[in-house]
């Protein structure tokens, strides 16, 4: 999709953030870096709802008059629905808010351009292995507060299973914590190889700690995420078959193109041309 630069207006990404583990913000600095360096925008900034700087600071960070908001969330939920408009002070699409026109874009992680993503995440982690001996998880949490965010992945694993580029034996959606378990990876494969992408924009405690305990290459939680290799030692062998493990869908570099690419979105929606 292509994108038509904003010069004269400013870009805020909001984030999570987390008080435990001071690595789960950098994807979203790194996605704010790389937009900067495109020149699409006059201004790019992140806020926080557990980091600083938080969202009701943000709108005091920004000189322009018209600002595009783009929660970097994998999922609709309580915080795209409840937190960031009440934080932000927004009442619909598009608020005006302290002098400002104010427009607030859908999460990243439902736009049909995370499909790609994942795929070529997917190479990359496995490259040259055949995707028809090949058995792809896409892991969420799962919770029974929030069903939106098992929704996108479900969506997600329809999406795939009907691509014509896509020749994986099967495609499962899988959680933390609900079924299907990613700890049953091996009972769900019926294939020689496995491929598990995390749907998460960050590489935190869950797929650094969690998921590998769940999936059996790490005995017990350890280390603090920066100080994991749990990426760089693919593959690995258990439960008679070949494992290879991505790290979080969100560290994807192209991730800038999907936050643009749901401004274009929101555009086409709901801005008058």
């Known amino acids: 999709m292509e994108f038509t630069p904003k010069p004269n207006a400013a870009l805020l990404i909001v984030g999570h953030g987390s008080t435990e583990n001071p690595d789960s913000s950098t994807p979203y600095f790194d996605h704010a870096r790389e937009i900067r360096r495109r020149n699409v925008f006059g201004e790019v900034h992140c806020c926080f709802w557990k980091e600083e700087p938080s969202m009701r600071e943000a709108i005091y960070m920004i000189d322009a008059d018209e600002v595009y908001v783009v929660p ?31 427009h607030y874009c859908d999460p990243v992680g439902i736009h049909p351009s995370m499909t790609s993503l994942i795929l070529q995440r997917t190479d990359e982690v496995a490259p040259g292995v055949p995707q028809e001996e090949s058995t792809l ?33 099967d495609v499962i959606d899988t959680y933390m914590e609900e079924p299907p378990f990613i700890a049953d990876w091996g009972k769900l494969a019926k294939t020689p190889n496995a491929v598990v992408v995390p749907f998460f924009i960050a590489d935190g405690l869950h797929s650094y700690q969690d998921i590998p305990v769940m999936l059996g290459f790490e005995k ?31 560290t994807e570099p192209m991730m800038a193109d999907v936050i643009l690419d749901q401004i274009s979105t929101f555009d086409a929606q709901h801005v008058a041309h």
């Open 72 to 102: 970097d969330f994998i999922s609709e939920g309580y915080f795209t629905q409840d937190v960031i408009p009440r934080e932000l002070g927004l009442t619909g699409p598009t608020t005006q808010v302290h002098g400002k026109t104010v």
């Open 137 to 169: 998880f896409i892991v969420g949490h799962g919770t029974g507060l929030n069903k939106n965010s098992t929704k996108a992945i479900k969506d997600q694993v329809d999406h795939i299973k009907t691509l014509p580029n896509c020749r994986f034996a």
């Open 220 to 250: 017990e939680e350890g280390l603090a995420a920066s100080q994991k290799e749990v990426f760089r030692r693919n593959p690995y062998h258990l439960q008679g078959k070949t494992l290879y493990y991505s790290a979080a869908i969100g």
